[in-house]
């Protein structure tokens, strides 16, 4: 390890580590040591004989340092209350600019919602910057509180609108892909762009988002992402054109793809040369290793297989589709396909803030899907709480193409986590005799730290998630 200057700033971090590193693998570390210098994780041990002297030797190393200790190791003995660290929430599909919108949509689907509810507002943000502010710095402080850590965002049809939500996530702390929503066709004459400005726009948007970084001592914390809105609303040869930019400039794309079926029915009628709604996509350059597909509830064999083929990855808005009534997206036979699966909270077709939340509802959403398949086929679609864990970090962080950076802890990643409390004193009761164990036998305390997590995945809310930090910075 080396000595630290005086710039650098140190977390010094002991107590349990839980993570899910791969698909249904719960990896749990307990009385672990993590050091964290400028945001990265430069050391992890999970066998310290001697917690006391390794804090004191690293205190000593860092001396010159600003260091913070924190050391949940006594705390269930103390005071009841079971603590661990888990990585950041990963939320891959977010529409800021919906945000005052959460909870309201009656009983309307996918295309009346729109009219009704999301144009309207939507055309307020991106006009009004005022008001837009006020709006998303209420929705990145509500999902940091909520843990979420990275986030994927469609701001409004509005350059500067956009550019304002991508300089708050910036100075909030919060690390993200901010996007202006390209819509140039059958849109609402109170809400649309001509193709040269929604061409120019995004290219100047790239540019101006990842010089903006600089200003935050920053690389690549908020960057930009083309968000073709979907593919109804948006003309041939634009998407030709945003295809042409994320290859130049290596920007990633995000957009919606089989929510409905009456969208679907609506795609094929505006593009009939092409086979199927994913073909639209990628007959226009669109779908690549860079691309983020919400929903994909409806697809076929054959489009699966080309999402598969051209490794984009998928945003699973599970409390969405029940809110709006879209349909319950496959997930298993998705991962099962090898394609890269991820959560979204599509706030504001779905209600909810928290990638939680969103994690219970798929878990429940794929016993509905297990329920209307055969017995042994049905059991295989039940996702488990590893599973959604999973999609909610790693899953997340595949999508993105951050793997590398977030979603477990380990050498060299970002310190990007959340400090969960539950037990005594917190909304989720556990019982002693359902966490102390009188064998030291390995998989009895692995039993119980399951029990643990299940509680936490069901009835947790941002109540026992009372600390966050993204690289390292603490943002609640
Ligand atoms: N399809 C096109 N626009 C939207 C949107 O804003 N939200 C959702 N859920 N689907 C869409
Ligand atoms: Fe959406």
Redo the contacts with the bound molecule.
């Keep these: 390890m080396n000595q630290s200057s005086s710039n650098d700033k140190v977390l010094i971090l002991y107590g349990n580590f839980v993570d899910t590193p791969k698909l249904n693998q719960l990896r749990v570390r307990t009385e672990t040591l993590v050091l964290v210098v400028n945001g990265k994780i430069v050391f992890i041990d999970d066998s310290i004989s001697n917690k006391q002297k390794m804090i004191a030797d690293m205190k000593q190393l860092h001396a010159k340092a600003d260091v913070q200790v924190i050391d949940n190791s006594n705390s269930f003995k103390e005071n009841g209350k079971v603590k661990f660290f888990f990585p950041g929430f990963i939320d891959t599909h977010c529409?800021a600019a919906?945000y005052p919108n959460i909870g309201i949509f009656g009983n309307t689907t996918?295309l009346d919602w729109?009219e009704k509810y999301?144009f309207p507002l939507e055309k307020e943000l991106s006009t009004n910057l005022e008001k837009a502010e006020y709006v998303y710095k209420k929705v990145i402080q509500k999902t940091l509180q909520n843990g979420t850590t990275t986030i994927s965002y469609?701001a409004t049809i509005d350059k500067e609108s956009t550019r304002l939500l991508a300089k708050l996530c910036l100075e909030l702390g919060q690390r993200a892909f901010v996007g202006k929503v390209c819509m140039d066709m059958n849109s609402p004459d109170y809400y649309t762009e001509s193709h040269e400005d929604c061409v120019e726009d995004n290219k100047e948007l790239v540019t101006s988002i990842r010089t903006m970084n600089q200003n935050y001592g920053k690389s690549k914390f908020v960057e930009p992402i083309l968000t073709p809105?979907?593919a109804p609303m948006v003309q041939g040869k634009t998407m030709k054109e945003l295809g042409k930019i994320s290859k130049e400039f290596q920007v990633p794309i995000q957009t919606?793809l089989s929510?409905t079926f009456s969208?679907i029915e609506l795609v094929m009628e505006t593009f009939p040369n092409s086979k199927d709604y994913t073909s639209v996509y990628k007959d226009h350059d669109l779908l690549n290793e860079r691309t983020v597909l919400?929903?994909c509830i409806h697809l076929s064999d054959d489009e699966a297989n080309m999402i598969k083929k051209e490794n984009a990855g998928v945003s699973h808005?599970p409390v969405?589709n029940s809110s709006?009534t879209s349909g319950e997206c496959r997930v298993r036979w998705l991962l099962e396909k090898g394609i890269k699966v991820s959560l979204g909270t599509?706030m504001s077709?779905g209600y909810a803030p928290s990638i939680l939340k969103t994690a219970r509802q798929g878990l429940l959403v794929s016993r509905h899907v297990a329920m209307k398949t055969s017995d042994e086929v049905g059991d295989r679609d039940k996702l488990s709480t590893n599973e959604v864990l999973y999609l909610a970090t790693v899953g997340g962080a595949g999508v993105m193409n951050l793997n590398s950076i977030v979603g477990t802890f380990d050498l060299g990643m970002s310190f990007d986590a959340q400090l969960i409390e539950i037990g005594e004193g917190t909304n989720v009761d556990v019982f002693d005799w359902q966490l102390t164990s009188s064998s030291d036998d390995y998989n009895l305390i692995m039993e119980k730290w399951q029990d643990i997590v299940d509680k936490w995945v069901f009835l947790g809310d941002d109540r026992e998630t009372t600390k966050v930090w993204v690289e390292g910075r603490q943002v609640k």
Excluded: K, N
Aim: charged share 20%; aromatic share 12%; net charge negative.
């Design positions: 529409h919906q996918l729109l999301t469609y809105r979907f919606h929510e969208e919400a929903h808005c969405s709006i599509d077709g």
